[in-house]
């Protein structure tokens, strides 16, 4: 089946402008991940939804960031005012059910360039 | 705060050697997960390792999680040109927190052919 999909793959921004990054998971899968990494680190938690609801937005570095998932699939995250430090590979997972030390399954990410 | 340690943060093998990566917790897992990740692609998903000691293999990967459920390591017997890429640990805090995974930095693995 279709894996995890993410779109734009690239998106090159000016400082200060507004983006919207889109994740489609696997279809079934309750539980979604948005994390930013940067290069040469390991994955960093933004945002984790158990269905539509936010269950931890603890990641998530200032009011600049939000995400939604209105329909309990497809995510969006949004950068508001852009700022160079915000450039990383935005990448989102989805799991079956959100359970514990469940398989992340991952998308192949949305390179963010704000220049 | 909680935070995962990770090393070496980077090794380059001649093919054949073996490879080793450690991973250390400052607070006790619930689960850790490790994945790899190839030069420009995404993380994927190797192994879950939960009960303290355990020790899981895949091929010519051993994974094992320690007694106190703060470190684990992932060991790689005669390494291939296949196995270059960034190997990642990402331990689970907690009952009801472990969805949110805590990362490493990764291990980067060169192997000479």
């Known amino acids: 089946g279709a894996g995890v999909s993410q779109t734009p793959s690239n998106k090159v921004t000016e400082k200060g402008k507004y983006v919207e990054l889109r994740c489609d998971p696997i279809?079934?899968?309750?539980?979604l991940y948005w994390y930013r990494q940067s290069l040469g680190q390991g994955p960093e938690f933004l945002i984790y939804?158990?269905?539509?609801?936010?269950?931890?937005d603890s990641g998530l570095p200032n009011d600049r960031f939000f995400a939604v998932r209105p329909e309990g699939s497809v995510s969006t995250l949004k950068i508001q005012r852009t700022e160079r430090g915000d450039s990383a590979v935005y990448l989102c997972?989805?799991?079956?059910?959100?359970?514990?030390?469940?398989?992340?399954?991952f998308g192949p990410g949305t390179r963010l360039l704000v220049l | 705060g909680q935070q995962v340690m990770q090393i070496p943060q980077y090794q380059h093998v001649q093919e054949g050697e073996d490879f080793t990566t450690y991973c250390n917790s400052s607070?006790?897992?619930?689960?850790i997960q490790w994945y790899k990740q190839r030069p420009g692609g995404h993380p994927v998903f190797l192994i879950q390792?939960?009960?303290s000691g355990e020790v899981k293999k895949q091929k010519r990967l051993t994974f094992q999680f320690g007694e106190a459920k703060k470190n684990s390591s992932l060991h790689i017997t005669a390494t291939q040109t296949t196995d270059v890429g960034t190997y990642f640990c990402?331990?689970?805090?907690?009952?009801?927190?472990?969805?949110?995974?805590?990362w490493g930095l990764g291990t980067s693995l060169a192997v000479n052919p």
């Open positions: 997972a989805s799991s079956f059910s959100g359970g514990a030390g469940e398989t992340q399954y």
């Open positions: 279809s079934g899968h309750t539980a």
């Open positions: 939804f158990q269905g539509t609801g936010a269950a931890d």
């Open positions: 607070t006790t897992l619930s689960n």
């Open positions: 390792l939960v009960k």
């Open positions: 990402a331990g689970g805090m907690g009952a009801g927190n472990n969805r949110k995974l805590i």
